[in-house]
């Protein structure tokens, strides 16, 4: 960050990294997508790695996520940006490359290609956003989604008989041998920020050590999906998301 | 593209295929196992790294057309391969690799369905290759091999032509043509330098703006624009068309048919031609783009044409639009999996001769 | 006291409130005003941020631009002074 002094004489400290581009991001207010698109670029422009990153963008509220990102960046098909990413790595196998995801692109369509690409070991970054609802479409039920969570397709609330159980896919893929680097991170707080900020830049150091895949879920809220202001949808994640999914590392390098 | 050949030697098609894929430059290809096609996967497999070629067996079709995706998208020669069923899971990523305009080459080495179907060979995914199996308005390359020679030399075709439209192409052959062993004389190495791809996605140097390969275009004003820019491109392609004229400078009833039902409609023509009937072949080896035309101005001068092809009946959709009503245009299909007979195909041509009171010369 | 201020970019600002949770201060608070998308953006309101960032980390729009005094190397005590 260069040192841009302002009239009164202050020092400048923090300010929108230039890997995220001048376009105004479309998500809903609140929307933890947003925190992570900045906190993703500006390990990139940290890094110095703009000019040998590739992204991968899902089917899903970030599915413009190639709007918004400065770096080449590739449109998947719904649930299958594991496989757009693992063609992309074996073709440049020293490029920084991710794959973005929410929790319907990559627990439910994608769970074959989530598992396998992990099972794999494919060098590659995964951002797992899981906000235990389809926010694109409307606020549909995800594999993630709670029991007893009211969503457009679960109207009396998920009830396990009729959907079964949330999803747990990062547990499913910290068990894997593939999986170097797996944690489980937040975006609600300045501390919570300031740890996925971190795991972001771990995953991506850890990348050209050709090791495994790094996995990084970040649960989050959907003050749409949820009916809730974003400030209440913080307070009702932490109360109820966070005993299912709970933060912290799950795998992390010997 | 005629390349400089080597001397002939024995193969089997699958593996015919995979070696002069190898030898156009390949660079990733990503598989699946399916009955009769496996061997490509396995001959990539052995000899693809050595040679050069990224080659991984992917978690099922789906994963490995969407891989094809990723590596053509960074700009690589891609490739992938399975047969009907296995297609049939590809089509979505075909429909996203046209509008994302990205070369690819997909082989598909055919089998009788629908459904789990058989593994004996077929032809009834003539649709589904050339009407777009997939969603929107879109169409593949598609070359049609008749021979082992065919399957190694069409690679080469099939990769210039994606390559030079930014359009997926496909080799449509079959499980026949696949398993056989035949002689066949490979093209050169070298002989299909890899092109300029300035839209891939290699990393943003400073000195450009980030490429996106996509195929979401939100506003519908845009997506017409693509499909525009989509339609003039297969205006273009039209000029690729490719057939086979087998003694139709005086055939009477005209036969058309492609890949293997073309070698048997060829042997049917000789056993008419030795009865005195003056029968012809037609064999599209583009299927997309369809010889319209030659069928078109052949219909002038035929009395009535014979469609010969192993599903129930598909090409010869296109062969009676070409025709537009100015000659009947007969049917023999089998289907299934079941391959005719040449004598079959001779019992149709004499009917039709029959009917006509052809008299034989 | 060291002290700081924030630019918030205020098209951009989606009036979500979070940073003014997030911020120790206090400072920071809904303009009456409304942006062209019509949201009320924040705003300081208060002239007591010390620049910590907190708003900056947790916005989701990446709007704020944050300032902090500069540190004048000042005269000190021995080291025992300092916190």
């Known amino acids: 960050m260069e040192v841009v002094t302002t009239t009164n004489g202050m020092e400048l400290v923090y300010q929108k990294p230039s890997t995220l581009t001048d376009t105004p991001f479309h998500y809903c207010p609140g929307c933890g997508h947003g925190v992570v698109h900045k906190l993703l670029m500006e390990v990139v422009e940290e890094m110095g790695i703009q000019e040998q990153t590739i992204g991968i963008a899902p089917v899903g509220c970030s599915v413009f996520a190639y709007n918004y990102m400065n770096v080449d960046m590739q449109e998947a098909a719904h649930g299958r940006a594991a496989a757009v990413a693992t063609g992309v790595k074996r073709v440049f196998p020293d490029k920084y490359v991710f794959s973005y995801q929410g929790d319907g692109d990559l627990a439910a369509i994608g769970t074959g290609e989530t598992i396998h690409t992990a099972n794999r070991g494919e060098n590659i970054l995964v951002v797992f956003i899981n906000n235990a609802i389809y926010g694109m479409t409307g606020g549909q039920m995800a594999p993630t989604t709670l029991l007893g969570m009211v969503t457009s397709t679960t109207p009396?609330?998920?009830?396990?008989?009729?959907?079964?159980?949330?999803?747990?896919?990062?547990?499913?893929?910290?068990?894997?041998?593939?999986?170097?680097?797996?944690?489980?991170?937040?975006?609600?707080?300045?501390?919570?920020?300031?740890?996925?900020?971190?795991?972001?830049?771990?995953?991506?150091?850890?990348?050209?050590?050709?090791?495994?895949?790094?996995?990084?879920?970040?649960?989050?809220?959907?003050?749409?999906?949820?009916?809730?202001?974003p400030v209440e949808a913080n307070a009702w994640m932490e109360k109820n998301m966070f005993p299912m999914y709970p933060l912290g590392d799950l795998k992390v390098p010997q | 593209m005629n390349q400089k050949k080597e001397p002939p030697r024995l193969m089997k098609g699958n593996e015919a295929l995979a070696e002069a894929a190898l030898r156009a430059g390949l660079q990733a290809y990503f598989g699946y196992p399916i009955t009769p096609q496996s061997e490509i996967l396995e001959y990539l497999t052995e000899h693809g790294a050595k040679r050069g070629a990224v080659v991984l067996q992917a978690e099922s079709e789906l994963a490995a057309i969407n891989m094809v995706y990723g590596a053509a998208g960074a700009g690589a020669r891609a490739m992938t391969s399975s047969s009907s069923p296995g297609i049939s899971l590809m089509q979505e990523g075909l429909s996203y690799m046209t509008s994302a305009q990205l070369p690819c080459l997909v082989v598909n080495v055919s089998r009788g369905g629908p459904g789990l179907g058989t593994i004996q060979p077929a032809q009834s995914d003539y649709f589904q290759a050339t009407k777009g199996g997939g969603h929107g308005d879109y169409h593949l390359i598609v070359l049609a091999p008749s021979s082992v020679q065919e399957m190694a030399d069409f690679v080469f075709d099939a990769f210039r032509l994606s390559e030079k439209y930014r359009n997926p192409a496909m080799i449509l052959a079959d499980g026949a043509l696949g398993q056989m062993m035949e002689k066949v004389s490979l093209p050169a190495e070298g002989s299909l330098p890899p092109g300029d791809?300035?839209?891939?996605?290699?990393?943003?140097?400073?000195?450009?703006?980030?490429?996106?390969?996509?195929?979401?275009?939100?506003?519908?004003?845009?997506?017409?624009?693509?499909?525009?820019?989509?339609?003039?491109?297969?205006?273009?392609?039209?000029?690729?068309?490719?057939?086979?004229?087998?003694?139709?400078?005086?055939?009477?009833?005209?036969?058309?048919?492609?890949?293997?039902?073309?070698?048997?409609?060829?042997?049917?023509?000789?056993?008419?031609?030795?009865?005195?009937?003056?029968?012809?072949?037609?064999?599209?080896?583009?299927?997309?783009?369809?010889?319209?035309?030659?069928?078109?101005?052949?219909?002038?001068?035929?009395?009535?044409?014979?469609?010969?092809?192993?599903?129930?009946?598909?090409?010869?959709?296109?062969?009676?639009?070409?025709?537009?009503?100015?000659?009947?245009?007969?049917?023999?299909?089998?289907?299934?999996?079941?391959?005719p007979s040449p004598e079959e195909v001779l019992e149709e041509i004499e009917s039709i001769a029959e009917s006509y009171r052809i008299p034989a010369v | 006291?060291?002290?700081?201020?924030?630019?918030?970019?205020?098209?951009?600002?989606?009036?979500?409130?979070?940073?003014?949770?997030?911020?120790?201060?206090?400072?920071?608070?809904?303009?009456?005003?409304?942006?062209?998308?019509?949201?009320?953006?924040?705003?300081?309101?208060?002239?007591?941020?010390?620049g910590c960032t907190n708003c900056a980390l947790v916005c989701p729009e990446a709007a704020i631009t944050v300032y902090r005094q500069k540190k004048t190397p000042v005269k000190r005590e021995p080291a025992l002074a300092e916190a």
């Open chain 2, 197 to 339: 791809k300035p839209w891939a996605t290699v990393g943003k140097p400073a000195s450009r703006e980030r490429n996106i390969i996509t195929s979401l275009f939100i506003e519908p004003e845009r997506m017409e624009e693509v499909n525009l820019h989509l339609q003039k491109k297969y205006h273009e392609i039209q000029q690729e068309v490719r057939y086979e004229e087998i003694e139709t400078n005086d055939a009477e009833i005209l036969l058309v048919a492609f890949g293997l039902a073309a070698r048997i409609a060829q042997k049917a023509v000789e056993l008419a031609r030795e009865k005195g009937i003056k029968a012809g072949l037609l064999r599209p080896i583009t299927l997309y783009p369809f010889p319209s035309q030659i069928i078109s101005s052949l219909s002038r001068k035929v009395i009535s044409f014979l469609v010969v092809e192993m599903n129930a009946g598909q090409m010869v959709e296109d062969v009676r639009l070409a025709v537009a009503g100015g000659r009947p245009v007969a049917f023999k299909g089998r289907m299934g999996g079941m391959i």
């Open chain 1, 156 to 229: 009396f609330g998920r009830q396990q008989a009729v959907m079964g159980f949330p999803l747990k896919i990062t547990d499913l893929i910290a068990q894997l041998p593939g999986a170097y680097y797996v944690t489980r991170q937040a975006v609600h707080t300045t501390n919570a920020v300031r740890k996925t900020k971190k795991a972001l830049r771990l995953a991506l150091e850890y990348q050209p050590r050709k090791k495994g895949i790094c996995f990084v879920e970040v649960v989050s809220n959907c003050p749409s999906g949820w009916k809730m202001t």
């Open chain 3, 1 to 50: 006291m060291i002290r700081g201020t924030i630019a918030v970019a205020e098209e951009l600002c989606k009036g979500c409130e979070l940073c003014i949770g997030s911020c120790p201060q206090e400072s920071i608070g809904l303009s009456e005003k409304i942006n062209i998308k019509g949201y009320r953006f924040v705003m300081l309101v208060q002239e007591n941020c010390t």
